[in-house]
């Protein structure tokens, strides 16, 4: 039901930050719960973080204390923030929304976007 747009990813060194950046179209962002995915080659579609309208937020065990996601609603944008980057970071991010964050949590939100690389050189 929403058009999301990633950027920001890129090549990046072992301990090095990226910041990734969703664009949501629609006027009804502030009532979605927004979030992020990783895939990397050969591996499952692994849950990284997710924010809900009231700006509670969930991380997945590997990346709390490096990683912190943000809402902007006035400008209809999630934000990942990811700091201390490894080598095992390394995927192609997506973004996601839903207005439910079990549907969004287990995998099957109501929209995706296309990806962004993020490779974390050794």
């Known amino acids: 039901q929403v058009q999301l747009v990633e950027s920001g990813g890129g090549l990046v060194q072992n301990g090095g930050s990226l910041r990734l950046s969703c664009a949501a179209s629609?006027?009804?962002?502030?009532?979605?719960?927004m979030g992020w995915f990783r895939q990397a080659p050969g591996k499952e579609r692994e849950f990284v973080a997710a924010i809900c309208s009231g700006d509670g937020t969930y991380y997945t065990d590997s990346v709390k204390g490096r990683f912190t996601i943000a809402r902007d609603n006035a400008k209809n944008t999630v934000y990942l923030q990811m700091n201390s980057l490894k080598p095992e970071d390394t995927a192609v991010y997506y973004c996601?929304?839903?207005?439910?964050?079990?549907?969004?949590?287990?995998?099957?939100?109501?929209?995706w976007g296309q990806g962004t690389q993020v490779t974390v050189s050794s």
């Open positions: 996601a929304a839903d207005r439910r964050l079990g549907q969004l949590y287990g995998g099957s939100p109501d929209s």
């Open positions: 629609g006027r009804i962002f502030s009532n979605y719960v």
